[in-house]
């Protein structure tokens, strides 16, 4: 019997999807396999969803059901009789299924080519309908090929969207016994960066009821999931950067990933795996975000080459590393814009704004509203935090009223922005600090201070 080795399903389905990473790394390094399929994915009904995906360059499929079982094997004791099974051949749901989707996986079993072999009756009878009745040309290729073909048709789906496996009960009954989706974190800080993120999550780390993600050797405390390779890594992967609860009820895991805000695609994937999760965003005046970024920027030989006005309004013809710090330094302050994406994905009151001036200068009000947004325990931030006069930053209160800060990197004071930068932007941002207002009055969240002062230099001038 001719056998493809390239192609392999699972043992009762598992493992393909929700992803088993152990089965792919298998798959992969022992048995050479390059194509799979699943039903399952990204949910098993409606079937006309189907999709399929690449996972640790293994191709899956979406695979189709025709009807046939490992009890299916005599055609006259055929769930519903055997004019069921012929109606789904002659014009019914099997017939449907190959007019509709331009490439169709099936599997059937080796009981089904025994006793009355309902596999070749299927089929054969399948093929002389569709030649007989349309003019559908019907092709068949080794699973390889087939699956190289599909994701020329449809590249898009190529990269995968991960889902909480607990919430479709198909996938937690083929999911591992021994994995819990309470290693999933409960809220994400997402950004921008350079407006007080790495402070909100020292601060929330604070609480006893908070508990943020293990550090990554590569990123430090951002896991950086959702909007690099790192998501093609899978669920699996990002779990471990979580501990398990001790218990799910009072355990609130998150994580903080500063370049989420602006990513496109971050909160569709987000949503699809955290469905729930409640979102926060700290906003500082976009100019002061985009200044503070190109400081930052030491290593990059455009910003020790150029001044702040050079950067930030250099043209369409100025060299590429001149444009790439300048899009850095810039797109995600059009606030309005990349929350009205997160938007798109998440209910209003799943996302909340929190004002980085007034977290730089009164953090213990913002623990108060973040708390309180975020449902956990109550937490006394006045008796945790203190202002460090040498760092001028708020810190942590340590034994014999001491202080403990972040590091030196946080809280630097830069020389005053320029004038003349200063003008360009507030004229720069002007429209999407106009938007960002309608935003938030929409939302019912109240306009920070900064937002309010240059809506008022925007009206002056």
């Known amino acids: 019997i001719p056998t493809d080795m390239g ?13 088993h990473r152990q089965l792919y790394e298998a798959w992969k390094s022992i048995w050479g396999i390059r194509v799979t399929s699943t039903e399952e994915y990204p949910h098993l009904k409606p079937a006309r969803y189907r999709r399929g995906f690449i996972h640790n360059s293994i191709m899956v499929l979406p695979r189709q059901t025709c009807g046939l079982f490992t009890h299916t094997i005599f055609y006259n004791e055929y769930p519903g009789g055997s004019k069921e099974l012929d109606k789904s051949i002659r014009g019914g749901e099997l017939f449907l299924t190959v007019l509709l989707n331009p490439i169709s996986i099936f599997m059937t079993h080796l009981s089904n080519y025994g006793n009355d072999r309902l596999g070749l009756y299927t089929f054969e009878s399948l093929v002389k309908f569709v030649q007989c009745w349309t003019n559908l040309k019907l092709q068949t290729l080794p699973p390889v090929k087939l699956a190289a073909k599909y994701f020329e048709l449809f590249p898009e789906e190529k990269d995968p969207l991960w889902q909480n496996p607990c919430d479709d009960k198909r996938h937690k009954d083929i999911w591992s016994k021994e994995k819990t989706c309470d290693r999933l974190p409960k809220f994400l800080i997402i950004g921008p960066q350079k407006t007080g993120t790495t402070a909100l999550h020292f601060f929330l ?52 990933s500063a370049n989420y805000f602006e990513s496109e695609v971050v909160p569709k994937r987000a949503t699809a795996l955290l469905p729930r999760a409640k979102i926060i965003a700290i906003l500082i005046n976009p100019a002061e975000r985009a200044y503070s970024w190109y400081q930052r920027a030491h290593h990059d030989s455009a910003a020790l080459n150029y001044t702040f006005y050079q950067v930030v309004t250099a043209g369409p013809d100025s060299p590429r590393d001149l444009r790439v710090l300048k899009n850095r330094c810039l797109f995600p302050g059009w606030y309005a814009m990349h929350i009205e994406r997160w938007l798109t994905h998440y209910q209003p009151t799943q996302f909340l704004i929190v004002n980085g001036l007034q977290l730089r200068n009164n953090p213990v009000a913002v623990m108060e509203s973040v708390q309180k947004f975020l449902g956990v325990t109550h937490f006394n931030y006045t008796q945790a935090l203190m202002y460090d006069d040498n760092k001028n930053f708020w810190c942590q209160m340590v034994e014999g009223g001491k202080s403990k800060c972040l590091g030196k990197s946080k809280g630097r004071k830069y020389p005053e922005m320029d004038s003349s930068s200063r003008t360009f932007l507030t004229s720069y941002y002007r429209e999407h600090n106009i938007e960002l207002s309608k935003q938030l009055n929409k939302l019912g969240q109240s306009l920070p201070s900064w937002l309010r002062e240059e809506l008022q230099h925007s009206s002056w001038s």
């Open 7 to 19: 192609y392999a399903v699972a043992p009762h389905h598992s493992g393909v999807y929700p992803v």
């Open 205 to 256: 780390s604070l609480h006893p009821g908070v508990t943020s993600n293990f550090p990554s050797p590569v990123t430090y405390e951002e896991i950086q999931f959702f909007n690099g390779a790192n998501y093609h890594k899978g669920i699996d992967w990002y779990m471990e950067f979580f501990p398990i609860p001790s218990n799910a009820s009072t355990d609130f895991m998150f994580e903080k």
